[in-house]
């Protein structure tokens, strides 16, 4: 199949600048430069309900909402494929035929699980969809032979346990399946853009996300309360650009052309970080700059945005199309991982036919 990409979220709720920033902008790049055969981008929902197994609605009300801003950031479904993860039986299917490759000590020692546990209170009572979720992992990257995963750093321990799987996978059968490898965000700030609160990474659970639907009202209102410096009292005082969020925002975010644009007093970031350190430009100034920022990138996003709400039914029509492809691709890679493990009977025409002949011999 040459090189592919797979990559996509869980619908939880409305994407977020943390999303846009460590992937959704990667995306689109990756997708307009033509560089890959075959680029999957799909929505994780059975990954979503192991821990809202209890709240299907939610995921059925978000399966929507990250379409469209998918479709909004500028997702093609001409040059990529759009999936949802549940109308993928083979991935389950694959998922059964994983578990037997990995043991339970070793997805315990997976370090992102094991933040994940801690983060959901599932000490106690782990719920054994989630606690299998990196096989799940493991199959959704596996069953289209991906090559390459865009992801953040955190995501690294749960694609080693992809590569052991199908290394193992391989090994035992036959060498039908491609070890993936990550691709990790360019820009350093955006591999953990952290919440407006300057704590954390940017979560729904958290309250401190400024999402890409959001007007420009709400924006400013989001920013203007953002964590700067604590001890930057006054407009006099030397700022802190470390441990900022204004600033991290502003590293992930401005351009050069954004100064020309919004603050000629400076060419670029250094300049302005510069000028606040040594003191005497106030944080409304910046957030201020921030909020134009935010607020070009977001405009022609939630203008489309705007526009594929009109028709709901078509954006369904392309989650279909797009499922109905990527079954395709999961059917052949199932058929080739039964043939290695000699669990396609009645396609075996050679089975078939030695048995015959050993029978007649009885």
């Not at 801003?69 to 997702?75: E, F, R």
Request: aromatic share 8%; charged share 25%; proline share 5%.
């Amino acid at each position: 199949m040459g090189k592919v990409i797979l990559t996509g979220d869980r619908p939880t709720g409305k994407l977020h600048l943390g999303h846009y920033i460590g992937s959704l902008r990667r995306r689109v790049e990756l997708q307009n430069a033509g560089d890959f055969d075959k680029m999957f981008v799909f929505m994780a929902d059975v990954q979503a309900l192991t821990d809202n197994a209890e709240n299907p609605e939610k995921i059925r009300q978000n399966i929507i909402e990250v379409a469209l801003d998918y479709l909004s950031v500028g997702l093609d479904p001409t040059k990529c494929t759009l999936f949802i993860q549940s109308q993928i039986p083979e991935i389950a299917e694959l998922t059964t035929f994983f578990m037997n490759l990995i043991s339970v000590s070793r997805v315990q020692r997976n370090p992102t699980v094991k933040t994940e546990i801690k983060m959901r209170n599932f000490e106690a009572n782990i719920p054994m969809g989630f606690f299998s979720y990196p096989v799940s992992q493991a199959a959704d990257i596996a069953a289209f032979k991906a090559t390459t995963v865009p992801a953040g750093e955190d995501q690294e321990p749960m694609l080693e346990v992809a590569r052991e799987i199908v290394r193992r996978f391989n090994t035992i059968y036959a060498p039908v399946l491609v070890e993936p490898n990550i691709m990790l965000p360019e820009n350093v700030t955006a591999r953990r853009l952290p919440g407006t609160d300057g704590k954390e990474k940017m979560s729904k659970s958290l309250g401190n996300c400024i999402y890409l639907s959001d007007d420009a009202d709400t924006v400013w209102s989001k920013v203007r309360g953002m964590y700067t410096d604590p001890t930057h009292l006054n407009v006099s005082d030397p700022g802190h650009v470390e441990g900022n969020a204004v600033f991290t925002y502003l590293d992930a975010f401005s351009t050069d052309e954004d100064f020309a644009e919004f603050w000629p007093e400076f060419a670029n970031l250094d300049e302005l970080k510069a000028a606040y350190t040594a003191g005497g430009i106030g944080d409304m100034k910046c957030k201020k700059l921030l909020n134009n920022v935010l607020n070009k990138m977001l405009d022609p996003i939630r203008a489309r945005r705007h526009e594929f709400e009109q028709d709901i039914p078509e954006i369904y029509n392309i989650l279909r199309k797009g499922s109905d492809a990527a079954r395709e691709t999961a059917a052949q890679t199932m058929a080739e991982v039964k043939a290695a493990m000699q669990i396609n009977y009645f396609d075996d025409a050679e089975l078939i036919r030695s048995q015959a002949e050993r029978f007649k011999k009885d």
